[in-house]
């Protein structure tokens, strides 16, 4: 498992940003944290040198390990060749086409209308710098997996547990929450790593649990709309959401509501951020 393995380039020296998992009682931590694995399908993200795969291998059902590094991919798949059940993708995890690892495959008896994947479990250490977009692309694909446990920055563990209200809560908070449970497992220092970064790094499991239904909004239309209200942070949500929808019916959707113009994005629970939404219907401009 490594952190920043995808800023490197096929040289042997790491760049700068790569950090290894040096503990192993961490890494027996983070595939506890994934539960009973032995039927299961295990996607790991950026797996490094093969801390977090080792102890994978010898415990899942499949495991399919995306490392965007053209050496260590190589190595990974020749220490694994002699494992069947361990699949290792040279590739990077924001543009591979997550439908053909984990959808129907051509020919199979399950393809069709009524295909439902077995759900797969997500474990990876997030390279700092495109953590949210990785995060954001798993949620996108929420449909095949089960649990994802990441270890991330500590501030965006923060970020992703935060209460409407808090200061941390944004728009990955609102997200994240929209799409799942979230549990801080655990903090490690530095020194967990080599060579060590100079921040702490977090633990988060998110058990896939979406909201959709029970809010009574449609996936795509509402993230879209979580994207306005969090557009510009300092700004009031009223002002976020007049770029988009006719006053009038703006005014009278949060009187519906029973949202102040004056509140920001961050102040509002989920419930009542879909609510608004809902009261607005389809009065966009």
Not at 98 to 113: E, I, N, Q
Not at 171 to 194: M, N, V
Request: glycine share 6%; charged share 25%.
């Amino acid at each position: 498992m490594t952190k920043g393995a995808s800023v490197q380039t096929s040289s042997r020296k790491p760049k700068l940003g790569q950090h290894f998992l040096a503990s192993e009682a961490a890494a027996l931590r983070i595939v506890e944290a994934l539960g009973d694995i032995s039927e299961a399908t295990v996607l790991e993200i950026g797996p490094g040198r093969g801390a977090i795969t080792d102890l994978l291998a010898g415990k899942a059902r499949r495991l399919i390990a995306v490392e965007l590094d053209r050496v260590l991919s190589a190595q990974l798949r020749m220490k694994f060749s002699m494992q069947p059940n361990v699949e290792i993708i040279e590739g990077d995890i924001l543009t591979i086409e997550l439908d053909t690892v984990f959808g129907a495959k051509p020919g199979s008896l399950r393809t069709g209308l009524n295909f439902a994947p077995e759900p797969a479990r997500v474990v990876g250490n997030l390279p700092y710098y495109i953590t949210s977009d990785i995060l954001l692309r798993l949620l996108e694909y929420h449909r095949y997996f089960s649990t994802i446990v990441i270890m991330v920055q500590k501030e965006v563990a923060d970020r992703l547990a935060a209460s409407a209200g808090s200061r941390d809560y944004g728009l990955l908070s609102a997200t994240a929450q929209l799409y799942g449970r979230i549990e801080q497992l655990f903090t490690l220092p530095p020194a967990a790593f080599a060579p060590p970064p100079k921040v702490h790094s977090s633990v988060v499991r998110i058990t896939i649990r979406p909201r959709l239904e029970s809010l009574r909004v449609p996936e795509a239309a509402f993230i879209q709309f979580l994207k306005l209200c969090f557009g510009q942070k300092r700004k009031t949500l009223w002002n976020n959401l007049k770029t988009a929808y006719d006053e009038d019916a703006l005014r009278a959707a949060m009187a519906k509501s029973g949202v102040k113009p004056a509140i920001r994005a961050e102040a509002l629970p989920l419930e009542r951020t879909a609510a608004l939404f809902r009261a607005l219907g389809d009065g966009s401009s």
